[in-house]
């Protein structure tokens, strides 16, 4: 059966803090590493008062210090907000503390809005016109010193800390299969492309030094509960953020509620069901079931489920219930 992994958004339940939200992703990170679970990723966004992880590479290393095998990294690192060699530098210190377990997943997006893109910084010109010199850079700062290379990460140097591209369109997807890197696409949010992005990915692929066939990775909301009812309430808080944001009003992760009806309007309902397609919510047999199908679809080598739920306790329950079926998945495949 193929690794599951978690990409935690570190969400912020409405009438908590950063610090509680970071507290309860520590825990997750723990109970997942219990649970099998592969590798734990953070995600890169700025002002955002729902999401607690902006500094993702502060976020890593307080999550790896509270685990002890699982992975750890970034879903992503949006590159474009930074220089390359402080990338680098933060992953390459990363690695040197936790050797063997660091990720260093790289987005192109800014993970914002315009007028924080440019409070980072950012050149708002067209994202893609230095993003793959600055992931080769990235890749050489992190690799074997060079003859002649003045420039160096300390630490970073040799550390060799696995890149991945992330993307949501076709171009990641090719630049993945130019470079020869593993891909993880944003099927949770963004799906549309996803079959294409994986033929694209899959076709174009070239073997490079780190990799000698297609890995690609797909992120997947699920929730599970005990009942397909409660999975489908407690599914309504991500529901109701997603609209949020995509009217322009992100704010902290809403609580639950027994009917969307009211909320928002039939078209809304439609839009937000459309990106959000790629999820599985419902009671263990449903999860197990929709997970099989999703898997058997896409052909993926991983997946990492992301699950914003309001209460962390039945955040918790939810990866319990997906780490339980994923046994089963397995226990069915080795049949």
Do not use: C
């Given at each position: 059966?193929i690794?599951?992994?978690?990409?935690?958004?570190?969400?912020?339940?409405?009438g908590?803090?950063?610090?509680?939200?970071?507290?309860?992703?520590r825990?997750?990170a723990?109970?997942?590493e219990?649970l099998?679970?592969h590798?734990?990723w953070?995600a890169?966004?700025?002002?955002?008062?729902?999401i607690?992880?902006?500094?993702?590479?502060?976020v890593?290393?307080?999550?790896?210090?509270a685990?002890?095998?699982?992975r750890?990294?970034?879903?992503?690192?949006?590159?474009?907000?930074?220089?390359?060699?402080?990338?680098?530098e933060q992953?390459?210190?990363l690695a040197?503390?936790y050797?063997g377990?660091i990720?260093?997943?790289l987005?192109?997006?800014?993970?914002?809005?315009?007028?924080?893109?440019?409070?980072?910084?950012?050149?708002?010109?067209?994202?893609?016109d230095?993003?793959p010199?600055?992931?080769?850079?990235?890749?050489?700062?992190?690799?074997?010193?060079?003859?002649?290379?003045?420039?160096?990460a300390?630490?970073?140097?040799?550390t060799?800390?696995?890149?991945w591209?992330?993307?949501?369109?076709l171009?990641?997807?090719?630049?993945?299969a130019?470079?020869?890197l593993?891909f993880?696409?944003a099927s949770?949010f963004?799906?549309?492309?996803?079959?294409?992005?994986?033929?694209v990915?899959?076709?174009?692929?070239?073997?490079?030094?780190?990799?000698a066939?297609?890995?690609?990775?797909?992120?997947?909301n699920v929730?599970?509960?005990?009942?397909?009812?409660?999975?489908?309430?407690?599914?309504?808080?991500q529901?109701q953020?997603f609209?949020?944001?995509?009217?322009?009003?992100?704010g902290?992760l809403?609580?639950p509620?027994?009917s969307?009806?009211?909320i928002?309007?039939?078209?809304?309902?439609?839009?937000?069901?459309?990106?959000l397609?790629?999820?599985?919510?419902?009671?263990?047999?449903?999860?197990?079931?929709?997970?099989?199908?999703?898997?058997?679809?896409?052909r993926?080598?991983e997946?990492?489920?992301?699950a914003?739920v309001?209460?962390?306790?039945a955040?918790k329950?939810?990866?319990?219930?997906?780490?339980e079926?994923h046994?089963?998945?397995?226990?069915?495949?080795?049949a």
């Open positions: 059966m690794p599951f992994s978690v990409l935690d958004l570190a969400p912020v339940p409405r908590s803090t950063p610090g509680d939200a970071l507290r309860h992703s825990d997750l723990i109970h997942a219990s099998g679970f590798r734990y953070l890169e966004h700025h002002n955002m008062t729902g607690a992880s902006a500094a993702t590479a502060v890593i290393g307080y999550i790896a210090e685990t002890k095998t699982i750890v990294g970034s879903g992503g690192i949006m590159l474009p907000n930074h220089a390359p060699l402080v990338i680098a992953f390459g210190t040197s503390l050797p377990r990720d260093l997943g987005g192109r997006a800014p993970g914002t809005d315009y007028a924080t893109a440019r409070a980072l910084r950012r050149s708002l010109g067209p994202s893609d230095r993003f010199d600055d992931v080769v850079e990235l890749q050489q700062y992190l690799g074997p010193l060079l003859p002649g290379q003045t420039v160096r300390v630490p970073g140097i040799d060799k800390v696995p890149l591209l992330l993307g949501s369109s171009f990641s997807a090719r630049l993945a130019e470079m020869g593993p993880a696409f949770h963004a799906p549309d492309l996803m079959m294409q992005a994986l033929e990915y899959r076709g174009m692929f070239r073997p490079s030094d780190v990799l066939k297609p890995y690609a990775m797909l992120g997947i929730v599970a509960a005990d009942t397909d009812q409660e999975a489908r309430r407690l599914f309504t808080s529901q953020a609209w949020n944001l995509r009217r322009g009003a992100p902290q809403p609580p509620v027994n969307m009806e009211g928002w309007t039939p078209m809304e309902k439609a839009q937000v069901d459309h990106a397609s790629s999820a599985v919510v419902g009671s263990p047999d449903t999860v197990r079931d929709g997970l099989a199908a999703f898997i058997d679809r896409t993926a080598d997946l990492i489920i992301t914003q309001f209460d962390p306790a955040r329950h939810s990866y319990t219930l997906v780490a079926q046994a089963k998945l397995a226990t069915g495949a080795a």
